[in-house]
């Protein structure tokens, strides 16, 4: 999958490539340290926010917490006593 802005999916899958990496080499061997990778998201996270900005797409619209939404809602839902 391609990034929002073409000049940041090399940067995607540099990022895609070194985080499977460090998940199967590492991380399902126990190794919990995950700032292997931390740079290059870095480097990745800023690409896409200047994508962003190009496309006049806030960064609040993307930060709702939307499954904190949905359970509110199922709270609000009455309890099935049967």
């Not at 998940?23 to 919990?32: A, E, H, Y």
């Not at 340290?33 to 740079?39: E, G, N, R, T, V």
């Not at 619209?61 to 199922?74: F, Q, T, V």
Request: net charge negative; aromatic share 10%; with cysteine.
């Amino acid at each position: 999958m391609n990034s929002i802005g073409d000049n940041c999916t090399q940067l995607k899958k540099d990022y895609d490539t070194c985080f499977n990496n460090w998940f199967s080499d590492r991380f399902l061997k126990g190794d919990m340290d995950d700032s292997l990778c931390a740079p290059l998201f870095k480097v990745y996270q800023q690409c896409v926010k200047e994508a962003m900005k190009q496309h006049h797409i806030e960064f609040k619209e993307i930060e709702n917490d939307h499954l904190g939404e949905s359970k509110r809602e199922e709270k609000k839902q009455p309890n099935d006593s049967s």
